[in-house]
């Protein structure tokens, strides 16, 4: 493809010929395909090819057995690079097209803000397609029981975005936790230095002329309509409402993902935020959330408590430490002493004199080649994957619990039989959001 695309050419290869509304619903469930040899060629495609969604579908296609068949992008000036990285690809702007159209995908990529994650994955998904999903993996907690569910239905292989489910120093953290190196762990403490966007607007931006390369309408998908504004993206749509999740929603499921699995945690028994402003457009500046999860058989209550926007524990909580402001991690502390984990470096035991010597035991879980190999390897029936949809649909409905207590103004006790906030229906709105006609689950 010429560095120097036409509009025409980008409308045309992006198949915009009217009655892209008309697409939506009307698709017919499918079945995954049966499981294939190791060497077996895997069709791939993107939905959302620049940004991140451009990194995405470049780790897939570094297996030499990975064929990009197509991408979509409603952004044909951010995607342009992928574009031109696969020029046999297929080019489309609106996804719904795209999965109708080329009948060969086997998988595929979502890497959209988060307000589209849901659409997008469930028609992939009732299609047979396999699925990796950016994280958090929806917009709300009902869709994310849904993912869940389809998932399961439709026997799909499924990935979460959340790439440190691989790092070998999260695995090992996971060992030295369930091994009992700190001793029954009860409270849990997770900082991130986001956000690093713009949050807390209590208005709405004006109008600006869309840009010639942008399909506006198809970016908003389930949302209301309303005016361009470059407040909203790229990237800089995290902190709104209607299009992002916050900083929680962007870090916590990275942050939060080895407490989830070592510990075994499941859904909270009540939620309750502080931060500022309250905002009905934007998530705020700042928020401290904390989390209470009950038993799990043998393992004991957890307390798990999220801070946000320069927001951070006592030194003392963190074994005497000051955490630096770029800090990203977690803190567990156990009855026998303290586990520091800091984003992608080796976890810390602490006190470290208490630890000198120790060893821990010897590892025992999988370490993987990648996460987006894992579940390359898993489309084509080798293995299985991390954070499947059945692991990370509780960690990201748990997760954005802490938003609609935040957003609510109060604790929330939350029933994860009927996904409802007890003797608290104004929760419901925020739980389960409408969609616009065309673009419903």
Known sequence: MESNITRRELMRRAGLAGGLAALGGIWTEGKARASRSANERLSVAAIGAGGQGGSDIQQVASDPTVDVVALCDVDQARAADTFKAFPKARVFTDFRQMLEQVKEIDAVTVSTPDHTHAPAAVMAMKLGKHVYCQKPLTHSVYEARVLMDVARKHKVVTQMGTQGHAFPSNIRAVELLQSGAIGPVREVHV????????????????????????????WLGPREHRPYHSAYLPFVWRGWWDFGTGALGDMACHLMDVAFWALKLR?????????????????PKWSVITYQFPRRGSLPAV??????????????????????????????IGEKGRLLLEHAQEPLLLPVDQFEGFKGPDPYLPRPKSHYQQWVDACKGDGKTGSSFDYSGPLTEAVLLGNVAFRLGREIEYDPATMRARGCPEADALLREPYRAGWEL
């Open 191 to 218: 900082v991130t230095d986001r956000p690093i966007w713009p949050q807390g607007m209590t208005e709405l931006p004006g109008s600006q002329p869309v840009p010639a390369t942008l399909a506006w309408d198809l």
């Open 267 to 283: 859904y909270p028994t009540s939620v309750v935020a502080e931060g500022e402003p309250l905002s009905r457009y934007s998530a």
């Open 303 to 332: 307390k798990m408590v999220w801070y946000d926007g320069g927001k951070q524990p006592s030194p003392e909580t963190a074994g005497g430490r000051r955490l630096g402001r770029e800090f990203n991690g977690s803190i567990f």
